[in-house]
């Protein structure tokens, strides 16, 4: 059973950056398209970012020019680094397939922005 393992949120204040990682079991970056997600208290879990696996990227309009999403499939980790945070990216951040698949959601990793 694949496990993805997301890494790298804290506490940040208004304005800051955060790196976050995702690491898989085994291989299936190579396979499919890769995606963070986040989920906000009282809100429903929510597409961030993505990309694919030749390395195209597409991003949420909220955090457009912000964050960066990259992978690097020899090492089956899939990155999201996150600038110019603002209050309302706090959240849980998870890492899953694009579409997601139910089978893959961990742990995620809590991001806080706030001063």
């Not at 694949?2 to 790298?8: I, K």
């Not at 995606?35 to 009282?42: D, E, H, K, S």
């Not at 457009?64 to 209050?87: C, E, H, W, Y």
């Amino acid at each position: 059973q694949v496990q993805l393992v997301e890494s790298g949120g804290g506490l940040v204040q208004p304005g800051g950056s955060l790196r976050l990682s995702c690491a898989a079991s085994r291989t299936i970056f190579s396979l499919y398209t890769m995606g963070w997600y986040r989920q906000a208290p009282g809100n429903q879990r929510e597409w961030v970012a993505s990309i694919t696996r030749i390395g195209i990227t597409n991003y949420a309009d909220s955090v457009k020019g912000r964050f960066t999403i990259s992978r690097d499939n020899a090492r089956n980790t899939v990155d999201l680094q996150m600038n110019s945070l603002k209050p309302e990216d706090t959240a849980v951040y998870y890492c899953n397939l694009v579409p997601w698949a139910q089978a893959y959601w961990g742990q995620g990793t809590q991001v806080t922005v706030s001063s």
